[in-house]
């Protein structure tokens, strides 16, 4: 017998693969849009508001007080103290037409705070004093 009866005939072989390059290309695309993306999110002050039943949504031009848990006191984002909030408020509230003021506390704060800070509000000027509050379980929001 002939040997070169049982040898098959060369076959060039193809090289099967992914080709992960415009897959690269994606990733980089959607990396980019996330990282552009967060920069345009507001960072906020840890606080825990607590449940109401009343709806009301805050402009962004208002007068906010925020006080967190561990009692740090922040008018529109900017740390005050008790003491400069006052002189603080009157200068806000001077260029605002509506002179309301949007109070955000912590669940957990003490009241004497809270009302402290009522106090001066009213002291400053104020009109309008608006608690905000996180919506109760179960409601439908408009």
């Known amino acids: ?65 925020t006080v967190t848990r561990d009692q740090k006191i922040y008018l529109n984002r900017e740390k005050v103290t008790l003491e400069n909030l006052k002189k603080l408020l009157v200068n806000k509230l001077k260029y605002s037409e509506k002179k309301e003021i949007f109070f955000r506390g912590d669940e957990n704060i003490p ?11 009213k002291a400053s000027g104020a009109n309008d004093i608006h608690v905000v509050h996180r919506w109760a379980k179960g409601e439908k929001r408009e």
């Not at 009241?111 to 509000?121: G, L, N, P």
């Open 1 to 65: 017998m002939k040997r070169d009866m049982f040898y098959l005939p060369y076959k060039k072989r193809s090289r099967i693969g992914l080709d992960i390059a415009p897959l690269v290309d994606i990733v980089f695309m959607l990396l980019i849009f996330f990282i552009l993306t967060s920069s345009y999110l507001n960072p906020s002050i840890g606080i825990k508001l607590p449940e109401a039943e009343n709806k009301r949504t805050i402009s962004s031009q208002k007068v906010i007080i």
């Open 111 to 121: 009241y004497r705070i809270f009302v402290r800070i009522m106090d001066i509000a």
